[in-house]
């Protein structure tokens, strides 16, 4: 499920995503949730938290969060 928060610079929508690493030296973002095989493809039963990503709708701005 999607969650919505609000922007902290301008306070419009945020919309939940997320940015996997690709070794690409450019990170990019996705929306929505990343596939849980994706997620656990890489963990190999270490402690990890799984970081969520916000963007904002209207000025672009990211806030990611590691919850858990």
Known sequence: MT????????????????????????????????????????MFGRKALTVTTYRCSACGYLESYAEG
């Not at 939940?16 to 890489?42: D, K, M, N």
């Open 3 to 42: 969650e919505h928060k609000a922007c902290p610079r301008c306070e419009r929508t945020t919309e939940q995503g997320f940015i996997p690493s690709v070794g690409r030296g450019q990170l990019l973002w996705f929306a929505g949730v990343p596939p849980a095989t994706y997620r656990e493809s890489f």
